[in-house]
């Protein structure tokens, strides 16, 4: 229900059109050589999250589009930074090229499909529209008058009539797509004992980081999905990157999430597990950490060890990764590691990302995202 309620509160007002740019052909085709223009159909980066008769298992990283890529506009730079250039490419494989293409989706109306274009002579069909940041949609093309969601975009959401729809969200989204909210919980509460900002020490910084920005920052980047989240946005990190990236690890997630309220219900029967305390969560994880958890359910998951491991890389990325990942929001990953390399004689630090990075997380002029 988490992501029906994202694509509805998503949905632009009745009537909206986003801009079309051009892009040039070689933008396109640099992404078309790369991840689609492979003659061999074996199954590719499939680690048996799609069907080896599906388009996608063929097809390297096929995550990555949309392509959802940054906007400047010179013309208005403050305004174009709330914006990204979404650019939708349709393929069908090797079989007969269409002659006409279009898009629908709930970042405009849904009664009027937006044309794209075929890229010269190429099986390639293409649009790019500026759409706003932070947002959740989906979307479906009209081939040749019949209806189709993407064949290449693994991403897709089921609709209350069983319809299907394919999926996508731009940079900066903190509007959960893949977590319900007792996994997120349980997320939450694991990563705390992963990263360094819930010590006293991590904690007062944060609270001084955050209490020092800017009500628009606060606005879109501490908003309600963090209210679960509160140190630098680590679970929205981590239910990105199993909606793309890391897919094939999300039946992990799945499967070891459950397994953990089963063990914490089991062990304190009389209290929600939400509310059970701090050391009953550090006990399991010095237990998953050894291996050995009494309770855990080795037939359906046979190593909680490893999830583990793939819990704290995760963890430490999102923390830690530029903001329009989804994680470390408002910066204050890096500006934890600013203060804790600046030193107190010089007032210095070996970890000056605000010069280096553009607005409005940073102060760089040159680059722009």
């Not at 990263?195 to 800017?214: A, M, S, V």
């Not at 969560?281 to 359910?297: C, I, K, R, T």
């Not at 010089?346 to 970890?351: C, H, Q, R």
Request: hydrophobic share 35%; with cysteine; net charge negative.
């Amino acid at each position: 229900m988490a992501v029906l309620n994202t694509l509805s509160a998503a949905s632009p007002a009745q009537g909206y059109i986003p801009r079309i740019i051009k892009k040039d052909n070689r933008y396109i085709y640099n992404f078309c050589a790369k991840y689609l223009a492979r003659d061999s159909q074996d199954p590719r980066h499939n680690y048996g999250q799609y069907n080896d008769s599906e388009l996608r298992a063929t097809i390297c990283e096929p995550w990555r589009l949309p392509i959802i890529d940054s906007y400047y506009d010179p013309a208005n730079p403050e305004q174009s930074r709330l914006f990204n250039q979404v650019t939708f490419v349709y393929y069908q494989g090797p079989v007969a090229i269409p002659t006409d293409v279009a898009i629908v989706g709930t970042f405009a109306n849904l009664y009027q499909p937006i044309p794209l274009e075929q890229v010269e002579d190429s099986p390639y069909f293409a649009v790019t529209l500026i759409i706003p940041k932070g947002e959740v949609h989906r979307y479906k093309y009209r081939v040749d008058g019949q209806w189709k969601t993407d064949p290449i975009n693994p991403q897709q959401v089921t609709l209350p009539n069983r319809e299907v729809w394919s999926r996508f969200f731009t940079h900066a989204c903190s509007l959960p797509v893949t977590f319900e909210e007792w996994e997120q919980r349980i997320l939450n509460r694991l990563v705390t004992h992963i990263l360094p900002f819930h010590t006293k020490d991590g904690q007062n910084f944060l609270d001084r980081y955050i209490n020092q920005l800017d009500e628009q920052t606060k606005n879109s980047q501490y908003r309600a999905t963090y209210k679960m989240d509160e140190s630098v946005g680590v679970v929205n990190f981590i239910d990105k990157l199993v909606a793309k990236e890391e897919n094939h690890h999300l039946v992990d997630y799945r499967v070891c999430l459950d397994i953990i309220n089963k063990v914490l219900s089991a062990r304190i029967p009389t209290m929600d597990v939400f509310q059970i305390p701090k050391t009953a969560f550090e006990h399991l994880y010095d237990e998953m950490a050894s291996g050995n958890v009494p309770g855990w359910d080795y037939q359906r998951y046979g190593d909680p060890r490893y999830f583990l491991t793939l819990l704290r890389r995760h963890a430490f990325s999102g923390a830690f990764t530029h903001p329009k990942y989804h994680g470390n929001a408002g910066a204050a990953g890096w500006a934890y590691l600013q203060e804790t390399f600046t030193t107190t004689e010089s007032g210095k630090t070996i970890f000056d990302w605000r010069g280096n990075c553009e607005k409005p997380y940073g102060t760089s002029e040159e680059y722009l995202g």
